[in-house]
């Protein structure tokens, strides 16, 4: 087992062979769980829920749908500098 140097702001940089192993990316995020003894386990932190439930997350209370088409044709008004 390979050891971590912590910096001087307390910071450490995991290595290549590891977050591979965690199968995360740059801008995922990971977990940690303190454990007795002083261990720490590490975790990949898995995005929950599904693109259903972001639907209308956006929308505020009492405003009306807006489709597709009303999008684009807003769109095109504004770059023709109708807005």
Do not use: C, Y
Request: aromatic share 4%; glycine share 14%.
């Amino acid at each position: 087992m390979n050891g971590l140097t912590i910096s001087t702001k307390g910071q450490i940089t995991l290595r290549k062979d590891l977050l591979q192993h965690l199968g995360v990316h740059p801008g995922d995020r990971i977990t940690f769980e303190k454990a007795p003894g002083g261990e720490v386990r590490i975790r990949a932190t898995r995005p929950s829920g599904s693109i259903e439930g972001f639907f209308g997350a956006l929308r505020r209370e009492g405003q009306p749908a807006v489709s597709i088409e009303d999008m684009n044709a807003a769109i095109e008004q504004g770059w023709a500098g109708e807005l």
